[in-house]
């Protein structure tokens, strides 16, 4: 007699890829334990050493240079939101060029998007290096390696906005014998705004972060001014610029959620 | 009351249209029916015309240096014709620091990823057992978060010096809360419903967990991990920058020593990984959206 | 009677596929035509060609007397467009809009570029939205979001913007597909009004059965490409449903069976 088959609760397809996936994980995270000779349990071990930085090095936080670090808060609010907004108009004309449902000449599109592709794919950081070699260092690289990234992730995200609205209401324009333009006045971009303004506060909470960040590796700003204190060991007040830090990603993520309460409903 | 408009409207002519009918009627300045709700759409223009300002006001604020820029535009052939020059002589340190990076990011990944499940059980609002656990954990995750990645990496580079490690353990902060933060979403999105009646059967909190919340957030749980991977990727590829190991490291010694024949291998690198990786997650959204 | 649309052996192959294999039929102005089909038969490709949303393979198309399969210039195309509405079954309205806006939209292909891509609209224009919103039962919502609306409200304003076309047809895909049974008796009704007091030819796809014998006074039949009936609902035999279908006919809905013993 045969063996009854085993019930299964999920198909069998779906049940082997998770499997697959499962294993997949767990291979890479082997090798690549194997390649980093990583040891959590070394780090546990060593806590001692991470508490007591924290609390004789780090902490108290201090702030040294009040002048200085005023301004180079200044300088990086106003590169991440500068970026945004002038990225999201950049992206906004680009974007309706790039979309399957707009676009006038196929060729433009596959080129749009393969530019975009590569801003976004060259994390800011190494764009700012790049910048530098023409550039110098300062906020026009900072400001501009945001700008290129931001550029690059805004076309792709609007892109996808007014691909998603498009398709039926497009048709209903289309049937009442409208032209191209009209129907991306009339239809698309009322449509699509709510999700455009979704990705511009989206990329204005990132940019927050990454201006910092560009910031410390020669594109001006606060992430300067860190940059400068942990290099002279100054650990108390980098702990300051750090906190400061944190304290204005935090303000802008609740201004945008509240935003977008309030803007979107 | 007839009487009265008839006798008027033999000496005023009367609008065209009723009175009634202009009551709902919205009319513009110079009279023209509205077609839509001014008042319905102020909070949007409002905001867009905010920030419209804000934006201008951040650019004049920003010291930026016209001439600078200028002369930077005018160099970029030149800073070109640089990284144009192809120099495939540390290719192998290049890739072996390659693999390093993704090593990074794959083993952060891993390791947020577990830490992140454990904390969003207790951060999710309909799985914890206590409410204040979920209010003091949501707090100080929001503060790990606020901190980006590689001032993490920054900061446990001091104390436990360079390599790999540094840059594990610095994205993992930053990450789990990441997870955690997402994990719990996802979570929390599973309908009420479902958990009353699992509990109405008498199962028990680990059971309800395994049986009908981690599958129903399946789906949520793969975009958020993709998600994290890319940017713990790109984390652990610049985080040589500031002085720890990886690619980025490579890019900004090249960078230093005027390699730059040497950098724009690296960074084609880097580019080509992240591009295979969208285009690997864009695919598997892709599969797992026709399934639904 | 006027013809306002004779179809004339319409094909339309996807590579192998054959979609729509030698459609022939006319309407007549003021005629209500209901397509019966099994979903797949090709109803929605038929209604897409006559207005070239959809080119078809081969086959003429006679709308007041032009050949809408031989218009190629995109210019001409729009400006016949403009005479034919089309209603359908998701709505394809523009839910950010108010009510008026998007009923507005049915003078687009009137407009000189310019003032559509404005959106600036005439007076004339915005009255006539106005009598047909009020016809239609809708003055109270004309700034309303369209996205605030019911299912069958939002139908309702899918018709008033066909109507602002002045059509001499009107294309109804599905149109009821997505509503519950009370929004679907106004939804027909008001359409199968337009049609008579209007005096426009009007083609619905249907799946219901029942419906098509109620308010149709003309039905086409169409199974796998091809039209197996067309004539007056009086004609539709138990027998002809099982042949458009392709299944026996207490497999089918109840309404059917309803209908037709209503119809006998």
Redesign the interface.
Known sequence: MRNPEKILLTPKR?KRAATASFLI?AA??L???A??????F??LM?ME??W??IFE??LPPKIADFGAIAEGI??T???A??A???SAVISLAFAFLGSNTTAPWKPLKKIIRFFA??QR???S??WT????????I???VG?LALLITTCGFLIRSFIETIDEVGG??L?????????R??TI???II??S??GF?SW?LYSLEVNI??S??VG??GG?GIGLV??GY?KQFR?HSAMGV?LL???I??LV?MLTNF?RK??LA | MTDLTDALGGRFPLPRETPEEDSSLLRDRKGRIRTKDPARDR??KL?LAA??V???A??L?????WL??C???V??P??LG??IQIDFSQIDITFSSL??S???A??ST??SMVGGMILAVFLAKNLTPFKWVATVLSAAL??LR???S??WV??VL???GFG??AG??GICIFSTSFFARSFAQCFEEVPEETLEALRAMGAGRVKIFFSAVLPSAFTGILAWTSISFESNF?AS??LG??GAGGI?YV??NC?TRYA?GQ?IVA?VM??LF??IM?LAFTAVKEKNGK?K | MEKVLELSHLKKYYGQTHAVEDVSFHVNAGEVVVIIGPSGAGKSTVLRCI?R?IDPTDGNILFEGQDMARVKKEKE??????R???I?Q?F??????SVFQNVL??R??YMS?FH????RYTEEDKRKALDILKMIGLEEMIYKKAGELSGGQKQRV?IA?ALM?DPALL?CDEPIASLDPSSSKVIMDQIKQMAKTRNIACIVNLHQVDVALAYADRIVGIHRGTIVFDDVPSKLTGAMIETIYDAPLEQLTVGIEEGIAANA
Do not use: W
């Open positions: 779906e994980v890479l995270f090798l690549a334990t390649q980093t000779q990583f040891q959590p070394e780090f060593s050493n991470f007591l930085f090095d780090l200044l300088q609010v106003c590169m939101i500068a945004s907004m002038i592709s590569l794919n060259i994390p950081m190494i290096f790049l910048l530098i070699m023409a550039f110098g300062g906020t026009v400001a039926e209401s048709e209903a324009l289309q049937a009442v014998g409208a032209g333009l009209t006045t009339q239809v009322p449509a705004l709510p303004l511009l972060r990454s910092t960040l410390a590796v001006g860190m940059m942990i650990y750090i830090i944190a304290g990603v935090i993520d935003l309030k803007v | 909070t949007l905001f920030f419209l804000i934006g201008i951040a650019m604020l920003m010291k930026i240096d600078q820029f002369e930077g535009l160099r970029i030149e800073a640089k990284l693999l390093e993704i090593g990074v794959v083993l891993v390791y929001t503060f606020a901190i980006p590689i001032i920054l900061l001091v104390c436990v790999p490690s594990i353990i790109e590829a610049v920058t500031v980025g890019i900004s960078m730059y950098a960074i880097v580019l992240t591009y969208e399934i | 207005n949303m195309l729009k400006a016949i467009r403009r034919i509405g089309m359908f998701s394809n309205l523009v839910y950010r809009l939209h049915g687009l292909g570029t559509a891509v404005a959106g899918g913007r076309q294309l």
